[in-house]
Antibody, heavy 117, light 108 residues
């Protein structure tokens, strides 16, 4: 069974950075690219970027360049997204999602990030 | 970027009623790259229909999808209580991938 298990909710101060993890199981981790998606206000979905776990290659939405950094650890089948210089605009739920059938076929459970002093 | 506009934003349907929602793209999208997701409160989005008309695993046959170019739709032949959710269209044809604003489907 394909599973994407994300790290828990985060409360962070403005200006701080933080990293979300997404541990994959039930499939070949290096065989599928991993996408990251932001959902704000419980509705709006935005694509942040993707990473190819096989070679570490990345592609980012221009809007999130400098805000998000995507990495992977193949040894643990885990993808990471680091969010930098956080502001209140970054408060949202963040998802990792596997890419297959030209779509995102499996999603993590989401990680809630709240930026507040 | 390709903007996806969904309508209506909110709709309600009676049990057994036929339901149709639409997704309009600001420029043409290959049907292979137009998808629909279902999301219920507190849960992550689930791939529901991929490549315009293919039902994802476990999706009931009362759901169908159609369309081409800039106009796509999702139809439920007979509304059931479990279908109440928000549905998002999504294109992965041109970068950046984008999502519509969602159609919230409620039970009347």
């Amino acid at each position: 069974e394909v599973q994407l298990q994300q790290s828990g909710p985060e409360l962070v101060k403005p200006g701080a950075s933080m990293k979300i993890s997404c541990k994959a199981s039930g499939y070949s981790f290096t065989g599928y690219t991993m996408n990251w998606v932001k959902q704000s206000h419980g509705k709006n979905l935005e694509w942040i970027g993707l990473i190819n776990p096989y070679n570490g290659g990345t592609s980012y939405n221009q809007k999130f360049k400098g805000k998000a950094t995507l990495t992977v650890d193949k040894s643990s089948s885990t993808a990471y997204m680091e969010l930098l210089s956080l502001t209140s605009e970054d408060s949202a739920v963040y998802y990792c999602a596997r890419y297959r059938h030209e779509a995102m076929d499996y999603w993590g459970q989401g990680t809630s990030v709240t930026v507040s002093s | 970027q390709i903007v996806l506009t969904q309508s209506p934003a909110i709709m309600s349907a009676s049990l057994g009623e036929r339901v149709t929602m639409t997704c309009t793209a600001s420029s043409s999208v290959s049907s292979s790259y137009l998808h629909w997701y279902q999301q219920k409160p507190g849960s992550s989005p689930k791939l529901w229909i991929y490549s315009t008309s293919n039902l994802a695993s476990g999706v009931p046959a009362r759901f169908s999808g159609s369309g081409s170019g800039t106009s796509y739709s999702l139809t439920i032949s007979s509304m059931e209580a479990e279908d109440a959710a928000t549905y998002y269209c999504h294109q992965y044809h041109r970068s950046p991938p984008t999502f519509g604003g969602g159609t919230k489907l409620e039970i009347k």
